[in-house]
């Protein structure tokens, strides 16, 4: 069964919107190298249609370019990416195609196939249902040192909580936290009872 990893840039206050407009600042050879393993350990990226269409605007023009970003342009360009999209995509750039099918099902039977990892980019709108229907394996946060004030935040409103574990955390030199969560079975338990147990006790 293959892996599903989410990377995103994302705000203290938990934003994830336009992420070039405020990201920039923070990224050197830490993030750089964090973004780069995220991408050359899988074979397909899942993309949503929005961040497909943004992909597919930029990244081959600038392969064409052959500036310090070329190399990997051509290799998002080389990789297989899955288009998850309520339509018909314009998939215009090489190695791309659509989703088929009910999501749950798709996505089951992609991972089922024979290969490397599975690496989402952005796609918000994918890695929500992904968390919700407990088939990503794990999600990288970027967490930056800034609140962004307004945009679409990572995790919207709902009915059910998504209990989740830590597998690892990074300082970078910037101050963000590179923080990877992987899905939890069950939220945790115990309330005010439990947990005052742990307060500070006066010394005898």
Do not use: C
């Not at 190298?33 to 497909?52: E, Q």
């Not at 992909?55 to 970003?69: L, Y």
């Not at 089951?108 to 980019?121: C, H, R, Y």
């Amino acid at each position: 069964m293959r892996k599903i990893t989410a990377g995103l840039f994302i705000s203290l206050d938990g934003v994830v919107d336009a992420p070039h407009e405020w990201h920039f600042p923070y990224f050197n050879d830490e993030m750089g190298a964090a973004v780069g393993a995220l991408t050359t350990a899988a074979d397909t990226l899942l993309l949503g249609r929005k961040t497909y269409e943004g992909f597919a605007e930029a990244w081959p023009d600038r392969e064409d370019a052959g500036g310090e970003d070329a190399v990997f342009a051509k290799m998002l360009g080389d990789v297989r990416k899955v288009v998850v999209s309520g339509g018909e995509p314009k998939l215009t750039w090489r190695n791309s195609e659509p989703l088929r099918g009910e999501f749950v099902e798709a996505i089951t039977a992609l991972k089922a196939e024979e290969g490397a990892d599975i690496s989402v980019s952005g796609s918000v709108s994918v890695v929500r249902q992904l968390l919700a229907h407990r088939l990503l394996d794990e999600l990288h946060l970027l967490v930056h040192p800034i609140a962004v004030r307004s945009g679409l935040r990572l995790f919207d409103e709902g009915e059910e909580r998504i209990p989740l574990r830590l597998l690892e955390s990074k300082t970078f030199a910037t101050g963000v936290l590179h923080l990877v969560y992987g899905p939890e079975e069950t939220p945790g338990e115990g309330g005010y009872d439990e947990a005052k147990a742990h307060l500070p006790q006066e010394e005898a």
